[in-house]
């Protein structure tokens, strides 16, 4: 649980750590290379300690560094099998099932679990792992997986929402390792495919094509082990700059991947938010002069759903009416009830959210239903007047690493005590 005590502008210089969803597929990639693999940047996150927990209990040697790299060596692996226990708690395990077909031409991976931030199939995961040949199958709350050789072919990944990052990162590493090429359209273009496209090219893959709808493949006989540094955290780069937003404060943000930001800047600047970029620093300054907007959360490269809740907390700060849209994920608006708590102004109207904003928020007490919700709870409780009281922030810490002392070291004051068992 966090104590807030809002009021106090943000101030300073911030680091931002390595991005969660590049480090996720690529760590679960591991399991296809025989070989040493060494992982620069990758941030101490929960949701990445799961991943490495269920990489261990495959049989994969799993080393911390003194640097904080990871050193991983997948050779003495013969599991193909990822338990319920590990793969219930963060719905990115399923990212093991394309590399350990890939590897053991079988593969039984648990259902995932995970954010409940709406409807997530993972459907389009297994229609294209189909494509390249396997038989899938659903068995007593698993997936099951079987194919002794994988082909290239044409597939198609459009979803009723948009692509799939971890599907198309899972259809890709079982594709490297298939026999002829495999054309994915419909891919996801997110930053992170195409540093999982990075990796495994280092690796010795044969991939053209990531950051555009069309990725193509070329099988390759088998990955050698590499060296790979993963890129910053777009995500929480945004985060801390509407923090600073919202407190009207003035942090510069370093490691800040700039490039991969457009529509975030964007969206900064419709709410006339001053900030001056180069290609790996975001410098947010004061403004108390900011503007309602219409925001539409869409896939890369769109405003990122996981950014929605912290603009919408942003939102509620600033008088006239505002609207969010998320075509990603049109139910995951459990943050607004939240928010109304602490005195904003938010109605839901399908997949949108329409904002009245106040002048004021006001501390209450509150619960965070997911990651960004958890995050967007805190950025409320920055600007409210009084403590607040939020619970469930261990949700926070599966993609913010020590987000409160961050956020202590630019002025706030954010206390965490225990707030009892995960319930």
């Excluded at 219930?88 to 931030?117: D, E, H, K, Y």
């Excluded at 904003?344 to 997911?370: F, K």
């Excluded at 409210?384 to 599966?398: C, M, N, W």
Aim: proline share 5%; hydrophobic share 45%.
């Amino acid at each position: 649980m966090f104590w807030v005590e809002g009021g106090h502008p943000l101030q300073g210089t911030v680091h931002v750590d390595g991005s969660k969803n590049a480090s996720l597929p690529i760590l679960a990639a591991t399991l296809a290379i025989a070989g040493e693999v060494t992982l620069e940047q990758i941030p101490q996150l929960q949701d990445v300690a799961t991943m490495r927990q269920l990489l261990q209990s495959i049989g994969a040697a799993v080393e911390l560094l003194d640097d904080g790299s990871i050193r991983i060596n997948a050779h003495d692996v013969r599991s193909s099998v990822a338990s319920y226990e590990l793969v219930r708690q963060m719905r990115a395990s399923v990212c093991v099932l394309g590399p350990l077909l890939a590897r053991f031409g079988t593969a039984r991976v648990s259902l995932p679990g995970g954010c409940n931030i709406g409807h997530r199939p993972i459907d389009l995961h297994l229609r294209g792992l189909a494509a390249l040949g396997a038989d899938i199958r659903l068995e007593a709350g698993y997936i099951v997986a079987e194919g002794s050789q994988l082909y290239g072919a044409e597939l198609d990944l459009c979803g009723p929402h948009g692509p799939t990052v971890t599907g198309t990162c899972n259809i890709m590493i079982a594709a490297a390792l298939a026999k002829g090429r495999t054309r994915i359209r419909s891919a996801a273009k997110e930053p992170e495919v195409q540093d999982f496209a990075r990796f495994l090219n280092a690796a010795g893959a044969q991939i053209s094509g990531a950051g555009t709808s069309i990725v193509e493949i070329d099988g390759v006989d088998h990955l050698r082990g590499v060296r790979h540094a993963v890129i910053p955290d777009r995500i929480e780069a945004a985060t801390l700059a509407i923090a600073a937003a919202i407190t009207h404060g003035d942090v510069t943000i370093k490691n800040a991947p700039t490039t991969h930001l457009t529509s975030v800047l964007n969206a900064l600047d419709l709410i006339g938010i001053p900030f001056e970029v180069t290609p790996d620093t975001l410098h947010i300054r004061a403004s108390s002069r900011l503007r309602p907007a219409r925001l539409t959360a869409d896939p890369y490269p769109g405003l990122p759903t996981d950014c929605q809740a912290q603009f919408m907390a942003l939102l509620s700060t600033i008088p006239g009416e505002s609207r969010i849209t998320d075509t990603v994920f049109p139910e995951r608006f459990r943050h607004a009830a939240e928010l109304v708590r602490m005195g904003a102004d938010i109605r839901i109207q399908g997949n949108s959210a329409v904002i009245h904003g106040v002048t004021q928020l006001s501390a209450a007490p509150v619960m965070a239903s997911d990651l960004r919700a958890s995050a967007a709870l805190v950025l409320a409780a920055l600007a409210a007047e009084g403590h607040s009281e939020i619970r469930r922030v261990y949700h926070l810490d599966r993609g913010y690493h020590a987000f409160e002392q961050k956020l202590n070291q630019l002025g706030a004051r954010i206390q965490r005590v225990n707030d009892g068992p995960k319930i």
